[in-house]
């Protein structure tokens, strides 16, 4: 405590003896030495990036990550802590899945990054150049190149394959939050498989709607053990990861958990017998640049531009850009054209019967 | 883990890529760095989980970075056996029902792996990672593996385990049912 004042009066006389020196010019005032400025504008050609090690992460960092993706490997659904570290993002624009991807991905790996469906959007296009500039890997838009592929609330219209993997970047990790915000509580339910508090949630849905009223983060029971937020996919994503031929990860930055369902896994939606789940409706609707059909579309409200009247009109898009842009040079394209065999990959696969999308359920509203 | 031949960065790294793919799918095999079973601890172990060990080489080399935490083999987070001997796999951690992810990892070393396990165990194996049923050899003893199996009677509690060759691994989370054939 005696120290603080010496040191400040040392400072303050250091200070007087700088001004009294010959360094001093009349005019051009005094020169500084310009080392640490020089080496900000050195670091500023190299990126930045020096001194940090490969895929941005450190190794300890990297371990810690490896561990509990293996454990929810191992343990399909279930919710596994890890640290999750500060990263050079917000928590909750996607640090889970970052952390997750670096960890993973290798300079043989093609990474592929979308943010709703889009691969241009701001958020997506930064983890892309991140993973680029620090893990060495090549990064493409198209989800047949791609071996690892990061997502923010959409698994893509194309087939994925036993040779890539995806990574879902989670919100909120636990569907029972929606019935009881006490994370203790809903530990317990999970550790004993009580999830009668759901199932009353999702009756009080059907009896207020006439059907299940729940657009994203749809409950869903993995390997018949675990319930399960799926992430803000859409409900017609759902499907895909039942007995899918690919890994996912979902990892929360913000909660500091992830989970996984392997391939080959048990998922299903929950529903009641006379209430099936369903996925969102677009009947009528078309994609107003490919034309597709059987992609879940989006409303897109754009400026008329001729009709005066209304200033406003609503248009439908398919919400993977990606395979739209596919669509719109073959509009025949089926979802696994990269494939040998038929795969029934989601709704509406083109070779699939399509009763719209197989919906038993006959009230209407086109999701929500 | 130069001490132990392997690139700290780079090595790991693929040693993560086959251990994802082994656990994803139960009853591949996949390459990875060699020495197999140092690798994967490697890649795994630091000063955050325990270790159970009698591998003097491995010893050494985790201690000399700090990341050795020794554990004996009922309560340590990762268990490293070369061969088989006086502990028991049922005593291993295997979490709890609230957090069964506090099970413990045993890396078996073995001989052979599948294809050329002569004389091994065969099991038959089903559930989460494997599409229908598929097969896997290890060179383990019958009693071994049913011990393993017993580690899985009350999932999500349980013990995930890891075979690693000199070269290959295959792993058999708790959430697969196996038989031995």
Request: glycine share 6%.
């Amino acid at each position: 405590m005696n120290d603080l004042p010496t040191q400040r009066s040392r400072e303050r006389v250091t200070m007087t003896e700088h001004t009294t020196t010959d360094d001093v010019l009349p005019d051009e005032g005094t020169p500084v030495a310009t080392d640490s400025v020089d080496a900000a504008l050195e670091s500023l050609d190299s990126d930045g990036l020096e001194g940090y090690n490969y895929a941005y992460l450190d190794e300890h960092t990297k371990r810690e990550v490896r561990r509990s993706v293996l454990k929810a490997v191992a343990i399909p659904g279930h919710q596994v802590p890890y640290a999750s570290r500060p990263m050079p993002l917000a928590r909750g624009w996607g640090t889970g899945g970052i952390q997750a991807s670096l960890s993973i991905l290798g300079p043989e790996d093609t990474f592929k990054v979308i943010d709703q469906g889009a691969d241009e959007s701001i958020n997506a296009a930064n983890i892309r150049r991140l993973a680029e500039n620090t893990a060495d890997v090549p990064t493409t838009t198209d989800t047949t190149e791609a071996d690892l592929i990061q997502s923010r609330h959409r698994i893509p219209e194309e087939v994925l394959t036993d040779e890539q993997r995806l990574v879902l970047q989670v919100p909120i990790t636990d569907a029972l939050r929606t019935v009881d915000p006490s994370d203790a509580a809903n530990r317990r339910r999970h550790a004993h498989k009580n999830y009668g508090k759901m199932w009353v949630h999702l009756y009080e849905n059907v009896v207020e709607y006439g059907e299940i009223k729940i657009s994203s983060r749809y409950p869903t029971m993995v390997a018949g053990r675990y319930l399960m937020d799926p992430s803000p996919i859409p409900r017609w994503d759902v499907p895909k990861l039942d007995h899918a031929d690919h890994l996912t990860v979902l990892a929360a930055g913000r909660e500091a958990r992830l989970y996984a369902v392997p391939p080959h896994t048990e998922v299903e939606p929950l529903a009641f017998d006379d209430r099936q789940f369903t996925v969102e409706r677009f009947p009528e609707q078309a994609c107003h640049a490919c034309g597709s059909t059987d992609t879940y579309l989006v409303e897109v409200s754009e400026e008329a531009t001729e009709d005066g009247d209304n200033a406003f009109e609503t248009r439908y898009a398919c919400n993977d850009a990606s395979f739209c842009a596919k669509r719109r040079k073959n509009p025949d394209l089926p979802k696994d054209h990269h494939l040998e065999e038929a795969v029934d990959w989601g709704p509406g696969t083109p070779d699939a019967p399509t009763d719209d999308a197989g919906t038993p359920v006959e009230q209407g509203g086109a999701g929500e | 883990m130069r001490a132990l031949g392997l690139d700290p960065v780079h090595d790991t790294r693929r040693t993560f890529d086959g251990l994802l793919e082994a656990m994803s799918r139960p009853g591949t095999v996949h390459a990875v760095p060699a020495p197999a079973d140092h690798a994967v601890v490697a890649t795994l172990v630091d000063h955050e989980v325990t270790l159970a060990t009698d591998d003097e080489t491995l010893r050494a080399a985790l201690s000399e970075q700090g990341r050795l935490t020794r554990a004996p083999y009922g309560e340590a987070d990762i268990v490293h056996a070369r061969e088989h001997t006086d502990w028991d796999v049922r005593d291993c951690k295997r979490g709890s029902l609230t957090e069964p992810s506090d099970g413990a990892t045993v890396v078996y070393r073995v001989e052979t792996l599948d294809d050329d396990a002569d004389g091994g165990t065969t099991l038959g194996l089903s559930g989460p990672g494997v599409d229908g049923t598929t097969t896997l050899s290890v060179a383990l003893p019958e009693a071994e593996l049913s011990a393993l199996a017993a580690t899985h009677s009350d999932y999500p509690r349980g013990v995930d385990a890891i075979f690693a060759t000199e070269d290959r691994v295959a792993a058999l989370p708790r959430s697969v049912p196996m038989e031995v054939v």
